[in-house]
T-cell receptor, first 117, second 112 residues
Framework: GAGVSQTPSNKVTEKGKYVELRCDPI?????LYWYRQSLGQGPEFLIYFQGTGAADDSGLPNDRFFAVRPEGSVSTLKIQRTERGDSAVYLCASSLSFGPVGTGELFFGEGSRLTVL | QQQVKQSPQSLIVQKGGISIINCAYE??????FPWYQQFPGKGPALLIAIRPDVSEKKEGRFTISFNKSAKQFSLHIMDSQPGDSATYFCAASRTSGSRLTFGEGTQLTVNP
C-alpha cells in the first residue's frame, strides 16, 4: 500500500505478557517514528530511527520498551512484562528525510490499539 | 521547556463560522510548528505548518498565525464545515522532521 501500515490494529493481552507491534513505513522513507497516544491526549514521542539506528530513544518510558529496525525499513516495537498502564494506541510514522532538508512531514499509520487486562 | 499548551479542549461552531485554536510553547529553540488533524480511528495527518520567519501562512480555508515574541501560534479555520469535525493537534519541534512535541488536542464539532 501507499501509506504507513501497522499490525495488529488491535491487541488485547494480559498483564505480564510480551507484545510486538509492527510498522511498515512508506517505501523510501528513511526516518521512522514511534509515538504513543493515550485516550484524549496528544501523541507522545517514544523513539525515532534514521535508517537502521535509533537516533533518539529518549522517549521510551522504561527498559521494558524496545524497538528495532534491522534493515532500515520495517520496525518492531517490543514491550516486555506489559502493565495496564501500557494500554494506548501506538502510532508509527515515517518521513522522507530528517533534519532541515525536506518538508519534514510525518505520515502516520492508523495505529495499533493495545489493551492490557 | 518541552511543553506545548493547547486550548480550548473542545470547540463547537456553526457551519460557516470561524474556528480558532490556540497554542503556546516554552522552548525558544522550536522552529517548526505544524498542525495535525485526526479523525476517529485514524492517525494524525498534517494540515498546515509554519516556521518562525513568517507571521502568517494561509492554505485554503486554513490559516496559521504566529507570534514569536509571545511564543504563541493559532489555527484559524474559515467557513467551517461539518467535514472539519475532528481533533486538531498543534505541535512543535526544533528542526523539521525531528521529534514533535504535541499539544493536548482540541475536539472540534461543526454543526450543520
Amino acid at each position: 500500500g501507499a501509506g504507513v501500515s501497522q499490525t495488529p490494529s488491535n491487541k488485547v493481552t494480559e498483564k505480564g505478557k510480551y507484545v510486538e507491534l509492527r510498522c511498515d513505513p512508506i517505501s523510501g522513507h528513511t526516518a521512522l517514528y514511534w509515538y504513543r497516544q493515550s485516550l484524549g491526549q496528544g501523541p507522545e514521542f517514544l523513539i525515532y530511527f534514521q535508517g537502521t539506528g535509533a537516533a533518539d530513544d529518549s522517549g521510551l518510558p522504561n527498559d521494558r520498551f524496545f524497538a528495532v529496525r534491522p534493515e532500515g525499513s520495517v520496525s518492531t516495537l517490543k514491550i516486555q512484562r506489559t502493565e495496564r498502564g501500557d494500554s494506548a494506541v501506538y502510532l508509527c510514522a515515517s518521513s522522507l528525510s530528517f533534519g532541515p532538508v525536506g518538508t519534514g512531514e510525518l505520515f502516520f499509520g492508523e495505529g495499533s490499539r493495545l489493551t492490557v487486562l | 521547556q518541552q511543553q506545548v499548551k493547547q486550548s480550548p479542549q473542545s470547540l463547537i461552531v456553526q457551519k460557516g463560522g470561524i474556528s480558532i485554536i490556540n497554542c503556546a510553547y516554552e522552548n525558544t529553540a522550536f522552529d517548526y510548528f505544524p498542525w495535525y488533524q485526526q479523525f476517529p480511528g485514524k492517525g494524525p495527518a498534517l494540515l498546515i505548518a509554519i516556521r518562525p520567519d513568517v507571521s502568517e501562512k494561509k492554505e485554503g480555508r486554513f490559516t496559521i498565525s504566529f507570534n514569536k515574541s509571545a511564543k504563541q501560534f493559532s489555527l484559524h479555520i474559515m467557513d467551517s464545515q461539518p467535514g472539519d469535525s475532528a481533533t486538531y493537534f498543534c505541535a512543535a519541534s526544533r528542526t523539521s522532521g525531528s521529534r514533535l512535541t504535541f499539544g493536548e488536542g482540541t475536539q472540534l464539532t461543526v454543526n450543520p
